[in-house]
């Protein structure tokens, strides 16, 4: 079993009969949700419904027999699961790396519990290892990037595919943001984002995650938020 595998294994012990499920987007979630469809087709959990996050992981669901829902169907989701690209000792989080920042953090602020499953390799002291994805409307994307490189120690660029800007599930664009030394303070960079017309959401989950199951070496070690 791999860190990733074994994350999604511990993830699974925090489900139970007749829950409704955030499922989150990415590689480690993918076995959360191969192994949540596992104990459904045995019969060891029963009614519980999925509220996926993207197309991709509606997709692999529907694929397991898993039943579907939407947000918009329930007042609280009893959990979601969901991975993450750094993490950092306050459990604050950088996601969207995915594509799927925006429908993951409307799902995950339905839910009672939120619990993040990654291997090791993504603990960070610091947030901004690597790059931040932001969501922006296609209408001005070059206009948006531009002003993200104002930002203090910010360098953006619109993010490609294949010659093409690269395109969410909700039809809108993504810009990459690097920071030299991390950045220095996620609330206040959040804050400024949320403020600029043009961008939908940023990848900084902040004060979020109540659970973090981190696949190590030694075994799975669970953290949570004081």
């Not at 074994?6 to 993830?11: C, E, F, P, V």
């Not at 960070?124 to 930002?151: S, Y």
């Not at 303070?185 to 804050?191: P, Y």
């Not at 939908?200 to 075994?219: K, R």
Request: negative net charge; proline residues 4%.
């Amino acid at each position: 079993m791999n860190l990733k595998e074994q994350a999604a294994r511990q993830a699974l012990s925090y489900v139970k009969s007749g829950m409704v499920l955030g499922l989150g987007t990415g590689s480690t979630v993918k076995y959360f949700v191969e192994m949540l469809g596992e104990e459904l087709k045995a019969g060891r959990l029963k009614n519980v419904v999925g509220v996926p996050t993207s197309k991709s992981t509606a997709d692999l669901a529907e694929s397991l027999h898993i039943a579907l829902a939407s947000v918009d169907d329930y007042e609280a989701l009893d959990l979601a699961v969901d991975g993450a690209d750094e993490v950092d000792p306050k459990l604050n989080l950088i996601k969207g790396l995915g594509k799927a920042l925006l429908r993951e953090k409307i799902v995950e602020i339905h839910a009672k519990h939120f619990v993040v499953v990654v291997d090791e390799s993504k603990m960070v002291q610091k947030l901004g290892r690597g790059p931040l994805p932001v969501e922006i409307v296609p209408f001005g994307a070059k206009a948006h990037v531009r002003w993200l490189n104002t930002l203090p120690g910010c360098k953006a660029e619109l993010w490609m595919e294949d010659g093409k800007p690269a395109m969410t599930d909700n039809g809108n664009n993504l810009a990459r943001c690097t920071f030299a030394g991390g950045i220095d303070d996620v609330h206040i960079l959040a804050s400024e984002l949320a403020q600029w017309p043009g961008i939908v959401e940023h990848g900084l989950f902040l004060d979020m995650a109540q659970t973090v199951i981190v696949g190590t070496e030694q075994g799975a070690v669970v953290m949570k938020r004081k």
